[in-house]
């Protein structure tokens, strides 16, 4: 029997069921239920009474909550890990790291949520203060709708329930269709770590029925989406008068100077690019490389890139397994046809095998073309070179993205000029733009979102500022 959905404290069949399958081998893995729009309706109202039971938790059981939740993850690292790359096709050591990853996540929220406070107001600065006693502190939203992608289905659903939960919310939580078995097991976890049942509603299903029912309720006070930004954009128009986290799309530039470490930073690039099929939000995309060592670093990058092991993401050696769908290795195909057929050389990879492409570089592309322009999501990097900095800088911030960059350079002016002039989230030096500690602010400029997550900044986002002003006695 298909499981999966948990409403209003219990398991529950679902209307209907979809069927997830190992991404590499297509065999079906699993059944999850998804509800009806009667399910949908009770999983409101059951959200709206986890909401009460939530805000009345003292913080250390909600500490205790998620420091457990850490713990069993732990515990559990074997098969989570196994059930991602199964479902996910992320190769098996990328899903031990984002096992590892999403533990702490939990137990950076479980911190987090003894430090959650506000401050006295020094009301009486101005004329019209005076006599009053002030102060400002945090309350939980109440309910948070977390709405999540496939490429990191248990880190990315972390850093949406754990801060939920060490706010003081419940949450409705709808995973990708793609990935929901993840998302099954973190709800198993998270009960036995003593959530309260009513605090947690797990609801697989599509986007366009299940998200879009939860988005537009008028009791979810908090929308917390990852994913591509053309859904963003839905969930922006549909959402109404709520708050509104959208972590979305990049297009991740690299600038290499001629004083880099070249043979680290190609590396770096190359893993950067490819590891994961590149369906990482940040994983690098376009390389522009000073032109005095152009013809160094493509040697460097091509040997990178043949280095990167292709194939069955159970297997320890693999850096590269299936895309998610072999509509979307297809897609890239398709987009790298293009750019040859504008001009732009291959210099390695381009062979598709089902749903499994190779990493691949392309030379000489221009930026109207789509891998230059549009987030590619799949392992493909493009190469290009500059004469001066001040151009390496304006090529980069030429994308409507702006979530992370990164640049490689011994020199300090270099780095501050890239601070200053890069419109991106996060600017990474002597590293790829991939780099992210988990309690850092993260999130995106331009098309790739609105506001940070990083615990202390999410709980900040499923927070309402409550102001308190008290007349004294004369
Ligand atoms: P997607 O946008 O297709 O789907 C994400 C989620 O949105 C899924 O759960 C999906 O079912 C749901 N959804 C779809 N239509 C919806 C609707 N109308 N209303 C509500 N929900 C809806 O993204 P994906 O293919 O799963 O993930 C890839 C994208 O996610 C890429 O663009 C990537 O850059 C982005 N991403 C961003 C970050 C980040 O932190 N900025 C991290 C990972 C992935």
Redesign the pocket.
Known sequence: MATGLFIGGQWRPGADHIAVTNKFTHQVIGQVAVPSSADIELALASAVSGAAIMSALPTHQRYDILSRTAQLILARKVSLAQTIAQEAGKPIKFARVEVDRAAMTFQLAAEEARRIHGETLALDAIPSGEGFFGFWWRKPVGVVAA??????PLN?VAHKLAPAIAAGNAFIH????VTPLTAVALMEILLEAGLPPMAGQLLPG???VV??AI?ADPRVRKVT???????GR??IS?AGIKKVTL????SSPVIVAEDADLEFAARRCAIGAFAHSGQ??ISVQRIYVDQRIEDKFRDLLIAATQAIQVGDPLLDQTDVGPM?AEKEAERIEQWVSQAEQGGAVRLVGGQRDGAVYYPTLLDKTTADMQVTRN?V?APVATFGTYANFDEALRAANSTDYG?QASLFTQNIDRVFKSIRQLDFGGVIVNDMPGFRADHMP???NKQ??LGR?GLKFAIEEMTNIQTVAIRMPE
């Open positions: 709405i999540t992608p496939f490429n990191f990315l709808k995973p990708a269709e599509s986007g366009k998200g879009d988005v989406f990852t994913g591509s930004a053309e859904v839905l969930i549909r972590e979305l799309g990049n990482v939000c998610i987030e999501f979530l993260y999130g995106g790739s979102g997550e």
